[in-house]
């Protein structure tokens, strides 16, 4: 495991990536959590891994029986946020969780939070009837860089790996929609950031993203600039967010769960809610859990 206080190496000034710095040939070249296993409600849950934290989508239409599986011992666990009231049941090396309706949570053990496990539940979506590009399960797609056209619907099935970064300039009616994950590690070298923004979509009119998991992208991870009717649902943005300071560099490693916007009924303003959780950094490994924040 990485040792975050010496290990880091951070490239404060790198030069631009002009084209992706690797392709997959297939799913089993993304890496696997070798802490953590899942299974809910009787099936395997593919656990991934990246240098800051573990992940794992839980893709289900009823309750959830969640068992998580750790591999190295711990003394302590934790399960945030708090304000959620899960309790698990331990058993050894063995963690239960009964949900009734889906959540996004964090699994902590030892106050390690830069080997934690995010999980994330969610309904399936299916395929809208107006998909103009789908994305298939068990399949990964080298896409560079994906660029929409006005009235695209991409569909990212459960299972699916996009690898690449989204485009979308002055496209109206656009949608991507989905339970799979986009991955943007092609676009920026290991503990550093790039210069190119990850899901870019500017100058846009009635814009929906909804569903997937965006894990480690270049840069700003969803940058909806200069868009009117905007709604993020239910999405999934995970990312190591590297920096310097001047005295030390830093770490920082944090999921956002998007919840649809809500429409004030005084003056029609648009408003998202954002639901945030787990913010680390390497050298004091504080956690701050943010719950409905309004954002303007």
């Known amino acids: 495991m990485k040792d975050f206080e010496n290990d880091l190496i951070y490239y404060s000034n790198p030069d631009p990536i002009e084209e992706p710095r690797f392709l997959l040939n297939s799913l089993d070249e993304l890496e696997k959590s070798t802490k953590y296993s899942v299974v809910c409600n009787g099936t395997e849950r593919v656990v991934y891994h990246t240098d800051s934290f573990d992940y794992v989508v839980v893709v289900d239409d009823e309750a959830y029986d969640l068992e998580i599986s750790i591999h190295t011992p711990f003394e302590k666990l934790a399960i945030r946020p708090t304000s959620f009231g899960i309790v698990p049941s331990v058993t050894g090396e063995t963690v239960q969780i009964h949900l009734d309706e889906p959540k996004k949570f964090t699994v902590e ?23 103009t590009i ?27 790996v996009v690898s690449g970064c989204i485009y979308a300039d002055h496209c109206d009616n656009i949608s991507i929609v989905g339970n799979g994950i986009v991955n943007g590690a092609c676009w920026h070298l290991p503990d550093s950031n790039a210069h190119r923004f990850f899901i870019y979509i500017k100058w846009c009119n009635n814009v929906l993203l909804k569903g997937f998991t965006a894990v480690d992208g270049p840069s700003w991870h969803v940058v909806p600039a ?35 916007k809500k429409t004030k009924e005084n003056d029609g303003a648009d ?18 859990t943010f719950s409905n924040h309004e954002l303007i």
């Open 109 to 131: 053990t030892d106050g390690g939070l830069h080997d934690a496990l995010f999980v994330f539940c969610s309904r399936r979506i299916e395929k809208p009837e107006n998909t």
């Open 226 to 260: 200069a868009c009117d009717h905007v709604v993020i649902d239910d999405m999934n943005i995970c990312l190591l967010y590297t920096f310097s300071e001047p005295t030390r560099l830093r770490r920082i490693s944090y999921a956002v769960f998007c919840l649809k």
């Open 134 to 160: 789908c994305f298939e399960k068990g399949k990964v797609y080298n896409v560079g860089v994906l660029t929409l056209k006005p009235n695209d619907t991409v569909y990212i099935e459960e299972g699916a």
């Open 271 to 288: 408003t998202m809610y954002l639901d945030t959780m787990s913010l680390t950094a390497n050298s004091t490994f504080q956690t701050r």
